[in-house]
């Protein structure tokens, strides 16, 4: 049973355009979800977070939006960056340090 | 700080041998957490320590696998005898500040 979903496997943006990432979760008891970025050969690095009681939240040129009554976040990118080529991981917690993940979302941003 | 240190960064093995990863935390992270990363599955949590006590070790797959943390520093998952089936990425992570886990580079094992 997959708690987390991603359901795009890849997205392709062309650069200085959005990128706008979705997850859906189907857990209600999950509070706290979090974005994390990988890439290749390394190890998965946190990007940003929301708590249940927030619906948006902003750091520079990322934002998480949740919306909890439909089960859904989403991460927007704006301006895109050839740098934020990667996978991007959701991931959902209703404890707080067990951590649930989603598939994974590869990032590609085109010149 | 160096961060999560993985070892060994990547494993080439036979079916039927044992394995051995090994991870280091971040000094003064108390939680440690080891995933599996598979195309198919993507990051599965296999197991997780408070204090060097496993608290949850349900996403273990099945008693090939251990996991032991002897001191604050220090944390090995065992798999013994190994078999094709787990060939992923394993990940340790340590649990920081405003609940941020922080990953290592991992360790790519390859079972022939």
């Known amino acids: 049973d997959q708690q987390v979903k991603q359901n795009s496997p890849s997205l392709s943006v062309q650069e200085g355009r959005i990128s706008i990432l979705n997850c859906d979760y189907t857990?209600?008891?999950?509070?706290?979800f979090l974005w994390y970025k990988k890439y290749p050969a390394e190890g998965p690095t946190f990007l940003i977070s929301?708590?249940?009681?927030?619906d948006k939240n902003e750091d520079g040129r990322f934002t998480v939006f949740l919306n909890k009554s439909a089960k859904h976040l989403s991460l927007h990118i704006v301006p895109s960056q050839p740098g934020d080529s990667a996978v991007y991981f959701c991931?959902?917690?209703?404890?707080?340090?067990?951590?649930?993940f989603g598939q994974g979302t590869r990032l590609t941003i085109n010149p | 700080d160096a961060g999560v240190i993985q070892s060994p960064r990547h494993e080439v093995t036979e079916m039927g041998q044992e394995v051995t990863l090994r991870c280091k935390p971040i000094?003064?992270?108390?939680?440690l957490f080891w995933y599996r990363q598979t195309m198919m599955r993507g990051l599965e949590l296999l197991i997780y320590?408070?204090?060097?006590?496993?608290?949850?070790d349900s996403g273990m797959p099945e008693d090939r696998f251990s996991a032991k943390m002897p001191n604050a520093s220090f944390s090995t998952l065992k798999i013994q005898p190994s078999e094709p089936r787990d060939s992923a990425v394993y990940f340790c992570?340590?649990?920081?500040?405003?609940?941020?886990?922080?990953f290592g580079p991992g360790t790519r094992l390859l079972v022939l």
């Open positions: 000094s003064g992270h108390d939680y």
């Open positions: 992570a340590s649990l920081g500040p405003q609940e941020t886990q922080y």
């Open positions: 991931a959902a917690s209703a404890a707080a340090q067990k951590l649930v």
């Open positions: 320590f408070n204090n060097n006590v496993p608290i949850d």
């Open positions: 929301i708590s249940s009681i927030k």
């Open positions: 857990n209600s008891m999950f509070d706290y």
